[in-house]
């Protein structure tokens, strides 16, 4: 399976976007299937305006919130009840702390706290 990524991604109607690919294929994907209806991607389901403002971001369709899909996930209509199947727990949520620190949420519940000395100083909530 050859690696395919995103060069735009305009919004359509409803879940609806119209992709161009690197190898010059356009397509119309409803993503609908791909907004599970949790985390970052229930605001999308949730929120058209937050939905419409996706952009492309290294070949990846990306949203303010956090939420992206996987250009592979799309380009290969890939079933997105088993694309995550046996995968590690995904990140659905960040929150920066204080000191450095870094919480994320899990997909599963879980939740960790980290420092980052490779954070800057502007991803830094203030204390």
């Keep these: 399976m050859?690696?395919?990524?995103?060069t735009s991604a305009e919004p359509l109607q409803d879940h609806e976007v119209r992709f161009t690919f690197t190898d010059?294929?356009?397509?119309?994907?409803?993503?609908?299937?791909?907004?599970?209806p949790r985390g970052v991607f229930q605001?999308?389901?949730?929120?058209?305006a937050l939905f419409r403002s996706m952009a492309?971001?290294?070949?990846?369709i990306v949203w303010p919130n956090?939420?992206?899909l996987d250009p592979d996930v799309l380009y290969y209509g890939l079933d997105p009840d088993d694309w995550?199947?046996?995968?590690?727990?995904?990140?659905?949520?960040v929150e920066f702390l204080a000191d450095k620190k870094v919480r994320y949420t899990y997909d599963d519940g879980e939740k960790s706290v980290v420092r980052g000395k490779f954070l800057s100083d502007s991803h830094r909530a203030s204390a």
């Design 43 to 48: 605001a999308l389901r949730e929120d058209p």
């Design 84 to 93: 995550n199947e046996g995968a590690s727990p995904r990140v659905v949520d």
């Design 24 to 36: 010059g294929e356009v397509r119309v994907i409803d993503l609908d299937p791909y907004l599970r």
């Design 66 to 68: 956090g939420a992206d």
């Design 2 to 6: 050859n690696s395919v990524r995103i």
């Design 56 to 60: 492309v971001d290294g070949g990846t």
